[in-house]
Nanobody, 128 residues
């Protein structure tokens, strides 16, 4: 059974920090090179946040979070993290992790259709 489980969301004031975790089975990460984070705010479409390569650690971020968010993985490659610093109210959303089977980097990895597997989401709320 393929499984992705997010955790670490919560309520913080603007300027604060949170670290999200995405735990996945070896079955998922072993067969999917790229693991991404997306977010969806109320009334808006789901949008790309960041992605990391399991094999070489290459990362890519959407412009609005560059310099504030960091995506990483643990040594066992069983968990992917999203460290979020200097949070602003515009970051408020449900955050999802997802796994892609694409082998090499492509700009299409910022789109939902590249990711067959998704977690249940974790709520992040940033107050002003």
């Amino acid at each position: 059974q393929v499984q992705l489980v997010e955790s670490g969301g919560g309520l913080v004031q603007a300027g604060g920090s949170l670290r999200l975790s995405c735990a996945a089975s070896r079955r998922t990460f072993g067969g999917h090179t790229w693991v991404g984070w997306f977010r969806q705010a109320p009334g808006k479409e789901r949008e790309f946040v960041a992605v990391i390569s399991r094999s070489n650690g290459v990362t890519y971020y959407t412009d609005s979070v560059k310099g504030r968010f960091t995506i990483s993985r643990d040594n066992a490659e069983s968990t992917v993290y999203l460290q979020m610093n200097s949070l602003i109210p515009e970051d408020t959303a449900v955050y999802y992790c997802a796994a892609s089977g694409r082998g090499t980097w492509s700009s299409t990895l910022q789109y939902e259709y590249e990711y067959p597997y998704w977690g249940q989401g974790t709520q992040v709320t940033v107050s002003s």
